[in-house]
């Protein structure tokens, strides 16, 4: 019998192209999907070698990062974000690749189009000039962010040259209860093991926590892959990921769906294959999490009390920064600090069932007094959904700015930003020092949690709220 | 791309963990195709509430205006992928990192772009911060590529790892690209095979019926 094989090994085995003089493996990129941000530098580049893309059928371009969320956006709307619009047009147009431009009505993030388009499907590689890349892991594809160079190296070769990741698998073992979600479950992780404990792995996420996730919630959990410092994190597909695809503009379709199918199913790790490093991490009294620092290991239930100043003199140091960063005190609870934005949008928590989620928690209820919240589709297929399930009309009756789909306020790339210490709580990925806007107080948590803050006016237990 | 093979000059600490590339090369507020990468250096974090530069902030001190070799904690470079977080190294002149950790997006774009990442183990850290702090600036070291070795004042010279792989591209100035088209009938070897094995993914085509409602 052939030696028990991960589902990484299976994926990195079929993609392996050849061993480059550096040592390097270079892997075929199935899909590869550009944004605004960092293509126009790389088509520059190609321009300049006067190279070509070699293959523009398996590439696609996003307008994301620079949109407006403004309804009736134009390009202009945010006008430093034109320029880079404008040379995404130009460049996608000038190889051929297919751009979801502003108005089409399939724009938006790239992580929340892809899955939803079926332009990822399980066992592929997918590359993106973007971190958060390993969102499309959810879906038992290996998902790699890379930077302006390898974009570059890619749209030439069509592959990316890499060390081989080792693997790592974390299970996380129990059920989860009502209020308490993906988002949960990866923020206990960083919190647990730290923000950069996954470097130089690719992790699968595994575990009957994980198996009771829909397809979207996984892709919530593995969007935080990079934050754990792994390029790569996914979760292997299984008859939700399938039912999720079918019929998805861009997936087999015909006899080809069961041929897809039937090699899907084999990608999963076999009995008894070994794992360079294995965590276990049980779930069953996950409480719903939230940060209080400035980054994604600062991470503590919604009930707990922020940490006291303990530790060796390096851990006391860094907690003071983040404390006083945040503008908070040791020892002090969580609950109940005032709110004055609440942000519910980003590749992490944009997509149809995040909405529901929130949507369902305020339904006739108001955002509290001096609360400026923000509903961001991550799609503009989410948008029109969520549009025909009424739910933009219970945001807006809430009080909640109802917007056009793009990355908003994740990274404040298209001018929707907090101001100096405003605190703010946010369903996006990343709570660094002036993330959101200079001197900005980020807490990441769930859409539960989020939505919660937003009716009470302070950070607020989604559990507790009727 | 520009070989590697040693480097002399001023080495600045900033003694911090978890340093992101938002600290590094901060989005400017105003994006433009074209950022003045000098500028974007540490943007935000060399600055007080005031938007003024801040004396006090190691960046800001003279003697560590022109750096050359970059000395920092665990998990450098962590965050997101932009490559102008090197860029920004780059043109203020630092051309080699010297971390307890770096992330590997990170480590990955240095590599792309000439600069030579350097990995220390705890114990060959503390050491060799010690060291630069009290040299502060007034007496050069030196990182040597080809002996492996950082020497400068204050002890013996300190040996480092690296692949023997990316000590190589980097010493050699491999041009990524050109490395991999060497291996370009392998990419169509590799295409035509997957186009009877999974012609799914060598298509990404539309299904009829599709198109969305407008
Ligand atoms: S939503 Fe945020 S994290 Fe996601 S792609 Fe956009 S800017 Fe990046």
Redesign the pocket.
């Known amino acids: 019998m052939n030696k028990p094989q991960t589902m990484l090994d299976k994926l990195w085995d079929a993609h392996f192209v050849a061993q480059r003089l550096d040592g390097r493996n270079m892997i075929y990129i199935d899909r590869h999907v550009l ?1 605004e941000l960092h293509a126009p530098h790389a088509f520059e580049q190609l321009e300049k070698a006067k190279r070509g893309v070699r293959r523009a059928d398996l590439t696609f371009s996003m307008q ?2 620079t949109v407006a969320t403004k309804p009736g956006r134009t390009q202009s709307t945010n006008p430093d974000g034109e320029q880079f619009q404008v040379a995404m047009r130009e460049g996608s147009n000038r190889y051929g690749i297919r751009l979801f431009d502003l108005h089409d009505p399939e724009q938006g ?3 929340v189009v892809a899955p939803e388009l079926g332009l990822v499907l399980p066992g592929a590689t997918h590359a993106v000039p ?3 890349a390993c969102t499309v892991g959810g879906l038992g594809a290996l998902g790699i962010g890379c930077g302006t160079s390898e974009l570059e190296h890619i749209l030439i070769t069509q592959t990316l040259a890499m060390k081989r990741p080792k693997s790592m698998r974390i299970t996380l073992d129990g059920t989860l209860h009502p209020y308490v979600s993906a988002k949960d479950l990866s923020l206990r992780i960083l919190s647990l093991f730290g923000a950069s404990f996954g470097r130089g792995y690719a992790i699968e996420f595994a575990g009957e926590a994980v198996r009771a996730l829909s397809v979207e919630a996984r892709l919530t959990l593995c969007n935080l892959a990079i934050e754990m410092g792994s390029r790569s994190g996914f979760v292997a597909p299984d008859e939700k990921t399938f039912a999720y695809l079918k019929g998805r503009p861009y997936a087999p379709h015909g006899a080809e769906w069961e041929a897809a199918l039937a090699q899907w199913r084999t990608l999963p790790s076999d009995e008894g294959a070994n794992f360079d490093k294995e965590l276990r991490v049980d779930c069953s009294e996950l409480a719903p999490q939230i940060t209080w620092g400035t980054d994604l290991s600062q991470t503590i239930s919604v009930t707990d009390a922020v940490p006291a100043l303990d530790g060796d003199a390096e851990a006391v140091t860094k907690k003071q920064r983040a404390l006083a960063y945040m503008g908070l005190d040791p020892g002090q609870p969580i609950l109940g600090l005032k709110v004055d934005r609440v942000f519910i ?4 928590n ?1 997509r149809i069932s995040d909405l529901r989620t929130a949507a369902a928690m305020i339904k006739g209820k108001r955002v509290a007094s001096g609360v400026t919240a923000m509903a961001v589709p991550g799609s503009t297929s989410v948008k029109r959904i969520a549009e025909s399930e009424g739910l933009d009309q219970i945001f807006k009756e809430a009080g909640f700015f109802w917007g056009e789909s793009g ?2 306020m ?2 404040g ?1 298209n001018g929707d930003r907090g101001k100096p210490q405003e605190r703010i709580v946010s369903t ?3 709570n660094f020092e002036g993330r959101q806007g200079k001197g900005v107080r980020t807490h990441l948590s769930g859409v539960e949690v989020a939505a919660a803050s937003a009716i009470a006016g302070v950070i607020a237990d989604p559990r507790t709220i009727g | 791309m520009q070989p590697f093979t040693s480097v002399t000059g001023v080495a600045v600490p900033l003694l911090q963990d978890d340093i992101n590339t938002d600290q590094i090369a901060p989005v400017p507020t105003q994006r433009s195709l074209k950022p003045d990468y000098k500028d974007l250096f540490f943007h935000r974090a060399r600055r007080g509430a005031d938007d003024a530069l801040d004396p006090s902030h190691v960046l800001n001190q003279p003697q560590f205006a022109a750096p050359s070799i970059f000395v920092t904690g665990r998990n450098f470079g962590c965050g ?1 992928s932009r490559e102008g977080a090197v860029w920004t190294m780059m043109a203020v002149g630092v051309s080699c990192i010297i971390a307890r950790s770096i992330a590997d997006l990170y480590r990955e774009n240095c590599l792309q772009n000439g600069v030579l990442p350097i990995e220390l183990p705890d114990h060959v850290a503390d050491t060799l911060e010690k060291r630069i702090v009290t040299a502060n600036g007034a007496e050069p070291f030196t990182v040597n590529l080809e002996t492996q070795l950082i020497s400068g004042p204050g002890g013996p010279d300190i040996a480092f790892e690296i692949s023997h792989a990316d000590r190589t591209r980097l010493l050699e100035g491999l041009d990524d690209i050109g490395m991999s088209l060497k291996h370009a009938s392998e990419i169509a070897v590799w295409e035509e095979r997957a186009r009877s094995a999974s012609p799914w993914l060598q298509r990404a085509l539309r299904s009829p019926d599709t198109e969305p409602a407008k």
């Open positions: 944004h994301d990062h993030i790239s992580h973007d971190s958060h949008g980003s590749c992490t944009a990355c908003s994740c990274a790339g996006t990925n990343r | 997101s």
